[in-house]
């Protein structure tokens, strides 16, 4: 019944953003924790983002300083902002939600959207 679907991502050059959505549906999104993941080519799935109901945010080493993950729980969406994108960035990234009320880093997800491709030209 739970359904994540990314969408947003694309081709960008380098030095550019992108703004990554993930529409939620099937649970009461404002109540649990929401963060974004990715996976690049060759390498394990990476736990990048997490924002909690009250709008604590976390970011990995990887995308600090030039990311901003945020909620609007009236259209049960959370974004992943990305800007400054190099080659590195590019792969899946993956929305997913975690049914917890206390902080788990890296988040432990229960479900997973199925992907969003960010390609980062250099």
């Known amino acids: 019944q739970v359904q994540l679907v990314e969408s947003g991502g694309g081709l960008v050059e380098a030095g550019g953003s992108l703004r990554l959505s993930c529409a939620v549906s099937?649970?009461?999104?404002?109540?649990?924790?929401m963060g974004w993941f990715r996976q690049a080519p060759g390498r394990e799935r990476e736990f990048i983002s997490s924002?909690?109901?009250?709008?604590?945010?976390y970011y990995s080493d990887a995308v600090k300083g030039r990311s901003t993950i945020s909620r609007d729980n009236a259209k049960n969406t959370v974004y992943l902002q990305m800007d400054s994108l190099t080659p590195e960035d590019t792969a899946v990234y993956y929305c997913?939600?975690?049914?917890?009320?206390?902080?788990?880093?890296?988040?432990?997800?229960?479900?997973w959207g199925q992907g969003t491709r960010v390609t980062v030209s250099s």
């Open positions: 997913a939600v975690e049914y917890s009320s206390v902080e788990k880093i890296p988040m432990e997800p229960e479900y």
């Open positions: 099937g649970l009461t999104f404002s109540v649990f924790v």
């Open positions: 924002i909690r109901p009250g709008g604590k945010a």
